[in-house]
């Protein structure tokens, strides 16, 4: 029970952080013509990340601190569970 709880909880952030993801990267307006022109296939296999370079330098600022604050949000979970399941020597 409390392992599905973390699982949904960690569900939720990280739907919550891929939705972030989506909303900067369609906030350029060409990456966003991009993404709506792209083949379903190169968006599931990632080739639509080559653009990625291409991308404004302020998308590409929002886009490093929302993955800075998601590894930190993972960090913290990690040691959270790390604690937990310490039994010490």
């Keep these: ?19 972030e993801v989506v909303q900067a990267l369609e906030s350029d307006p060409s990456f966003r013509k991009k993404l709506e022109t792209a083949e379903v296939d190169d968006i599931k296999s990632g080739k639509i990340a080559r653009e990625l370079h291409f991308v404004d330098h302020n998308v590409r600022t929002k ?27």
């Design 1 to 19: 029970m409390v392992k599905s709880h973390l699982m949904m909880e960690l569900n939720l952030e990280y739907g919550r952080y891929l939705k």
């Design 63 to 89: 886009l490093d601190e929302l993955k800075r604050r998601e590894l930190e949000r993972l960090r913290h979970l990690a040691i959270r569970n790390m604690k937990k399941n310490w039994r010490g020597p």
